[in-house]
Every structure is written in structure tokens, then in C-alpha cells.
């Protein structure tokens, strides 16, 4: 969901911006979440059994992100859906 509302307020900051000439109002958005799209990344890489230092290899985290999940407890913790 956090990155289903960032794509969204991601396009509707842009397109203020855009629309007002003012891309610093877009600069400072990316730059606050930048950090909680890392922790997310971060928590879905464990979700699969990754560890977080997974993103920074650029192909191979975009198919992890999109796999299913360990089911059950990993050495990261329980399940996310069974919390």
C-alpha cells in the first residue's frame, strides 16, 4: 500500500509542480520518503528471507519483490499476514 500511495501523490506532486514551475516542491518530497521506501524495501526483502542488502542488486530485488513470501517464521520473524 505505501507504494501504491507514493506512486500516486508521486503524480499528483508532479503534476503541481509542473503545473506551478516550481520542481524543488517535488525534490523535497522524494527526499522525505526516502528513507521509509527504503525501510519498506528493506521489510519485503525479509518477507521473502532476504536480507535488505538485496536492493542494491538492480535486477534481482525487482523479482524478489514480486515473489511470494516464506510462509511461516524465517530468520527475520513471523509472517507478516499471521501478525
Known amino acids: 500500500m505505501f507504494v501504491l500511495f ?20 517535488a525534490n523535497l518530497y522524494s527526499l522525505a520518503v526516502l528513507v521509509p521506501s527504503i525501510a519498506v524495501g528493506v521489510r519485503r526483502m525479509h518477507d521473502v528471507g532476504k536480507s535488505g542488502w538485496f536492493l542494491l542488486i538492480p535486477i534481482y530485488n525487482l523479482i524478489l519483490a514480486v515473489t511470494e513470501g516464506e510462509k511461516g517464521e524465517n530468520e527475520y520473524g513471523q509472517e507478516p499476514v499471521s501478525e
Open 6 to 25: 507514493n506512486i500516486l501523490i508521486s503524480f499528483v506532486v508532479g503534476f503541481i509542480c509542473g503545473f506551478i514551475g516550481v520542481p524543488e516542491l
